[in-house]
């Protein structure tokens, strides 16, 4: 046996069990009560510990080129930083140029991660040009192993597409045991509102959030869900903000549709819209599409995660410097790069902010941040639990481990994190990649290019009813 975690509680998405983990050859081999270590190589000690499965983060973008500017965090940085959150795999999004297909956009993806990633990871396709020939592609890419499609409704004149390309894309998803999803916001609506704001001088990060209302959100929710249902495709609706939102997605469910739902912890009230009037521009620090909402919003995405009808929670790291990248906004919001890091912090925050606070149980955590992204994605179960013959990948969580979240203590390259000052108590202390310690009190320890690409399923909606 290449490695014996001993004397931890195994927590699962079904169960939390006192049991050791025999791993061997990347797999894990063994659980059970009692595992001797006499022919162990190396035993790690977890008792007082959780022994959780890797937390997957589904929605990354690492060295993405937006809105003037590439992401700061590659995949050397960006799974650096997700390593030391307790993350093993991350699934990025390739991003379609204008023009190009959707094989160059793996390509020029698979390129930026080969020799960089210290964890493994995968790919949807973001599609932003939607041809017939594009729509031909698809099959092909989920023989790639990406059987999941990101599109915009939002970003008029860049990223978006119009109602009849995601309706004929889904058509096409569907068919191919893909999965479509989206990005709910209302672009033609957006533009309108920033115009105005704009020619009224209403330039401050604020207006990022005052510019692209809850309803945008929910209305493009439920056009998505409605052009999903005339499609007979499974839908996931990415980065959930608004309890709109939420609503259009319960709704849909308990009628029955298949529709998932992501939410990541930028909207689950630690920070809101009032942190946009942070001075010396410091509001830029938030500006992500979806924008924070006010505080009226994240009890009904609590609400939503516990009882299932949101699915998952990932970060949508999206790292811009606030000194230098941000910057380019100073003068008019709509410039200021979108995105938030957060691969880090999505798992100690959650669980600070969930469990210790009574809103979903140690079970629904692992689910929302490891299996159920598995299970959705086409992942499970070689990755998403620890189980005899899936790949051990394992996060080791001390509970009582108490510390504030600050920029000095992240792995990340870009130069903030928005959760700063945030206490908690319970942290990710060490992170196995496929039996191979990555991460140990602080240090992170895996190789650059030890990740690999992991070719994904197509999407077996059986196996995530609920
Ligand atoms: O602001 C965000 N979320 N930026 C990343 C792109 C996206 O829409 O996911
Ligand atoms: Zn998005
Ligand atoms: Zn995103």
């Known amino acids: 046996?290449?490695?014996?975690?001993?004397?931890?509680?195994?927590?699962?998405?079904?169960?939390?069990?006192?049991?050791?983990?025999?791993?061997?050859?990347?797999?894990?081999?063994?659980?059970?009560?009692?595992?001797?270590?006499?022919?162990?190589?190396?035993?790690?000690?977890?008792?007082?510990?959780?022994?959780?499965?890797?937390?997957?983060?589904?929605?990354?973008?690492?060295?993405?080129?937006?809105?003037?500017?590439?992401?700061?965090?590659?995949?050397?940085?960006?799974?650096?930083?997700?390593?030391?959150?307790?993350?093993?795999?991350?699934?990025?999004?390739?991003?379609?140029?204008?023009?190009?297909?959707?094989?160059?956009?793996?390509?020029?993806?698979?390129?930026?991660?080969?020799?960089?990633?210290i964890i493994d990871y995968a790919f949807h396709i973001a599609i932003t040009d939607c041809t017939p020939s594009i729509l031909d592609e698809i099959k092909d890419m989920v023989q790639e192993g990406v059987t999941s499609f990101k599109f915009f409704m939002a970003y008029k004149g860049s990223l978006?597409?119009?109602?009849?390309?995601?309706?004929?894309?889904?058509?096409?998803?569907?068919?191919?045991?893909?999965?479509?999803?989206?990005?709910?916001?209302?672009?033609?609506?957006?533009?309108?509102?920033?115009?105005?704001?704009?020619?009224?001088g209403n330039v401050a990060p604020k207006y990022h959030a005052l510019t692209r209302p809850p309803e945008a959100e929910g209305e493009a929710t439920r056009r998505a869900i409605s052009l999903a249902k005339m499609a007979g495709a499974p839908l996931l609706v990415v980065h959930v903000s608004a309890k709109e939102a939420v609503r259009a997605i319960e709704e849909a469910r308990m009628a029955g549709q298949i529709v998932y739902g992501e939410t990541c912890p930028q909207y689950l009230g630690i920070i809101d819209a009032s942190n946009y009037e942070e001075p010396d521009f410091g509001g830029a620090k938030?500006?992500?599409?979806?924008?924070?909402?006010?505080?009226?919003?994240?009890?009904?995405?609590?609400?939503?995660?516990?009882?299932?009808?949101?699915?998952?929670?990932?970060?949508?790291?999206?790292?811009?410097?606030?000194?230098?990248?941000?910057?380019?906004?100073?003068?008019?919001?709509?410039?200021?790069?979108?995105?938030?890091?957060?691969?880090?912090?999505?798992?100690g925050v959650l669980h600070n902010e969930g469990v210790n606070k009574g809103r979903i149980s140690l079970n629904q955590l692992v689910a929302l941040v490891s299996t159920n992204s598995a299970k959705i994605y086409g992942l499970y179960p070689q990755k998403g639990t620890i189980a005899v013959g899936s790949d051990a990948d394992i996060v080791i969580f001390d509970p009582d481990k108490e510390l504030v979240v600050s920029q000095k203590i992240m792995h990340h390259a870009v130069d903030y994190t928005p959760f700063e000052g945030y206490s908690v108590k319970g942290w990710p202390v060490m992170t196995i990649s496929r039996g191979e310690i990555i991460y140990e009190d602080g240090e992170v320890k895996g190789a650059p290019g030890r990740g690999k690409f992991v070719p994904r399923k197509p999407i077996n909606t059986k196996l995530l009813l609920a």
């Open 1 to 117: 046996m290449d490695l014996l975690i001993k004397g931890g509680t195994v927590v699962t998405a079904q169960e939390m069990v006192r049991a050791d983990v025999g791993i061997e050859g990347g797999k894990v081999v063994e659980v059970a009560s009692h595992i001797d270590a006499t022919a162990a190589k190396k035993v790690v000690d977890a008792s007082g510990k959780y022994v959780m499965p890797g937390a997957i983060d589904a929605h990354t973008h690492f060295k993405m080129p937006f809105m003037g500017a590439y992401t700061t965090d590659d995949f050397l940085t960006g799974t650096r930083s997700a390593a030391a959150g307790g993350v093993t795999c991350i699934i990025d999004f390739a991003l379609q140029s204008k023009g190009g297909s959707l094989k160059q956009a793996l390509e020029t993806w698979k390129g930026m991660a080969e020799g960089n990633a």
């Open 160 to 200: 978006m597409v119009d109602d009849a390309a995601l309706f004929e894309s889904l058509r096409v998803t569907s068919e191919c045991g893909a999965l479509g999803a989206v990005h709910a916001e209302n672009g033609f609506i957006i533009d309108v509102l920033q115009k105005e704001a704009v020619a009224r």
């Open 286 to 347: 938030y500006v992500c599409s979806p924008p924070l909402r006010t505080k009226d919003h994240p009890p009904v995405l609590w609400d939503a995660l516990r009882f299932g009808f949101l699915q998952e929670v990932s970060s949508d790291h999206c790292s811009f410097d606030f000194n230098g990248q941000k910057r380019l906004g100073k003068d008019d919001f709509r410039a200021i790069p979108n995105g938030c890091p957060g691969v880090e912090t999505t798992l």
